[in-house]
């Protein structure tokens, strides 16, 4: 199936050619034409899968149909008639850079809104009239309450990664949200909800706003063909940095993200390694908007080598064709290996995820073995063999780790399905653990 057979503008198809896509993936073939038709969506599909364009395309198409249909009533000075939420900034940022550039050819107009940055340039973007805004919720009620937004003439409303929404704290800000709302339903909004996972809350929110949705699975996108290497390298805790720096060194590797479980790790490891003379540079919840945006910028152009990340800092980025990702230490919650080991391997292409694994790991590596439903190789590099008399040790927990609750969520059903296999991994296993962060810790990460 080409994009031709979608349904799609022209305009649309032009600007998706240019992107070099030569065919839809799995959640665009099933999300496009039931948007088109203007269908209330419930899509398990989670970063990697191309759901970006999936709802980016047929929204753009919608908002331009009806500008052009004189019956439409949309005349007028330009209000907001759709919204994308998204759990983080980086996400909301590349969201929006989808919006732009798949609507390249077409006369609409959108902007970003999200915090850790000023609200007056987004203000004077907003006075300007925009059709499309993708917001993250926290800045956006900052704006419903300076009342530089007006959200009443919307038509389309998008939850991206709601799961991740509700995790982060946000289900009261997107309460609140939903509450300023014209009314759903037949004739009225149209509401695409995304989500890679579905717990009783994700439930509760599907049912509440969304009429007669139009169901979607989608595997990840690296789940067919896909090919993403898990190894763990046993290794003392005091020779993790040396080991990595060895690793990247010796095996020449040319981009890199690594995981640290706390902020502070994340900086010390990063100066570390550039003490080791690795270009590396941070990207957590502390360091300014500027700074991250800046630092994945320099990491996706290939100016810095080694980008290290917390979880949350980390989540939806999209990096095209990541080769190695490495957990400098385990995460605390099992499912967070699943994000973390998704970036790579994306787009069909092959990754390697490798994990450092000291001795007070070994019950975190258990469950993470016990969730994937198998058992990850161990291989011990020369001249790195722990030493048996170290004692493990308990594992400080940085704040954006705490947890409170440990509700199960399930996942969304077959596409969501480990694989078999030794060393291979179709990352998305069932029965996550889910965590849960109350909204004081939104901004940990
Ligand atoms: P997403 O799941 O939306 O974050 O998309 C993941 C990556 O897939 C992004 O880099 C997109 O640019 C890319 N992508 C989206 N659609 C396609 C397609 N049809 N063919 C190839 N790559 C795509």
Same mark, same amino acid.
């Given at each position: 199936m080409s994009f031709e057979t979608l349904g799609l503008s022209t305009e649309l198809l032009r600007a998706v050619s240019e992107k070099g896509y030569g065919q839809p993936t799995p959640v665009q073939k099933q999300a496009i034409p039931i948007i088109l038709?203007?269908?209330?969506?419930?899509?398990?599909?989670?970063?990697?899968?191309g759901k970006t364009a999936g709802f980016t395309l047929p929204l753009l198409q919608r908002l331009h149909t009806s500008l052009q249909t004189p019956a439409s009533g949309k005349a007028g000075p330009r209000s907001i008639r759709a919204l994308v939420l998204t759990p983080t900034r980086e996400l909301a940022a590349q969201v929006a850079e989808s919006v732009v550039n798949y609507g390249k050819y077409l006369p609409l107009k959108s902007?970003?809104?999200?915090g850790g940055v000023k609200i007056n340039p987004q203000i004077q973007r907003l006075r300007q009239g925009v059709d499309i805004l993708v917001a993250t919720p926290g800045r956006l009620l900052d704006h419903v309450s300076q009342g530089t937004v007006n959200l009443s003439n919307l038509e389309i409303l998008v939850l991206d990664e709601a799961d991740r929404m509700l995790d982060m704290g946000?289900?009261?800000?997107? =309460?609140?949200?939903?509450?300023?709302?014209?009314?759903? #339903? &037949?004739?009225?909004?149209?509401n695409l909800l995304f989500s890679a996972t579905f717990s009783e809350e994700i439930k509760q929110l599907a049912n509440g706003l969304l009429h007669s949705p139009a169901y979607i699975e989608v595997a990840r996108?690296?789940?067919?063909?896909?090919i993403v290497t898990q190894v763990v390298h046993p290794v003392d805790r005091q020779r993790k940095r040396e080991l990595l720096s060895y690793l990247i060194g010796s095996q020449d590797w040319k981009q890199v993200l690594v995981f640290t479980r706390t902020k502070h790790g994340a900086n010390r490891l990063t100066q570390q390694l550039e003490q080791d003379g690795l270009s590396a540079v941070a990207i957590h919840g502390n360091k300014s908007q500027g700074a =991250?945006?800046?630092?994945?910028?320099?990491?996706?152009? #290939? &100016?810095?080598?080694?980008?290290v990340a917390t979880d949350i800092a980390a989540r939806g980025l999209d990096i095209d064709q990541l080769p190695h990702v490495v957990n400098y230490e385990l995460p605390n919650v099992?499912?967070?290996?699943v994000h973390r080991i998704g970036r790579t391997g994306r787009a069909g292409n092959e990754g390697e995820a490798i994990s450092l694994v000291c001795v007070d790991e070994n019950k975190l590596l258990r469950s993470i073995e016990q969730m994937i439903n198998r058992s990850i190789t161990k291989v011990v590099i020369d001249g790195y063999e722990p030493d048996p008399s170290i004692k493990p040790e308990p594992i400080s927990r940085g704040r954006s780790?705490?947890?409170?609750?440990n509700n199960k969520r399930p996942s969304f059903g077959k596409g969501a399905q480990a694989k078999n296999g030794n060393t291979r991994t179709s990352a998305y296993p069932q029965n996550q653990k889910s965590r849960r962060r109350t909204s004081r810790s939104r901004s940990a990460a």
């Open positions: 038709e203007g269908r209330d969506i419930l899509a398990g599909a989670q970063t990697g899968t902007a970003v809104v999200f946000f289900i009261r800000d997107i =309460r609140k949200i939903l509450a300023l709302l014209p009314a759903s #339903g &037949k004739s009225g909004r149209q996108r690296n789940t067919a063909a896909e =991250r945006t800046k630092a994945l910028h320099d990491f996706k152009q #290939g &100016k810095v080598r080694i980008l099992a499912e967070d290996y780790q705490q947890r409170s609750g």
